[in-house]
């Protein structure tokens, strides 16, 4: 069964631009720069035709990553959320139990994750641990330097 992917539509319409640009003009852009560099002329000893080539494998190994999640993905609907536990899509204040540092953080898909700017992932440990909990609450995550307890402040949209 094929893995599915949790984005928000924004993200959705993000990814979809981007595959069109990459089936569209990247391709094209890539087989121009391959006809270019076998011009060249003998392909054992043409740096320019393997750089094209390895270019144009990886444009083709994102075309198919993207193609991927375009086929087997759910939108997050935010709107349908009651705001008493954490789940996907939602805002969220923690507070180390530690440290008392209070910390901000949205709960996204796999895909949105990006833990240095406030997006945090469902299946990430930190994720795992939050979701499901209510306001009060104390997640502990399991981390290498041992288990580390966060208390659930705030829930929004």
Do not use: H
């Not at 893995?3 to 979809?16: F, N, V």
């Not at 609450?137 to 705030?154: H, L, S």
């Amino acid at each position: 069964m094929a893995k599915e992917y949790k984005i928000t539509q924004e993200r959705l319409e993000e990814l979809q631009t981007e595959f069109n640009y990459l089936k569209t003009v990247r391709e094209k852009e890539v087989a121009d720069l391959i006809k270019e560099a076998r011009s060249f002329g003998d392909l054992s000893e043409n740096s320019e035709y393997d750089e094209a080539k390895n270019e144009q494998g990886k444009l083709y190994a994102r075309i198919a990553e993207l193609d991927e999640i375009l086929s087997n993905y759910t939108i997050i609907d935010e709107s349908e959320q009651d705001m008493d536990k954490v789940r996907v899509g939602c805002r969220i204040v923690v507070q180390d139990m530690e440290t008392e540092e209070e910390e901000s953080y949205q709960v996204v898909g796999s895909q949105e994750a990006d833990p240095m700017n406030g997006y945090i992932s469902e299946e990430s440990p930190f994720g795992k641990a939050l979701l499901g909990k209510a306001i009060g609450e104390i997640a502990v995550v399991e981390a290498p330097v041992g288990n580390i307890e966060y208390k659930v402040i705030a829930i929004s949209r």
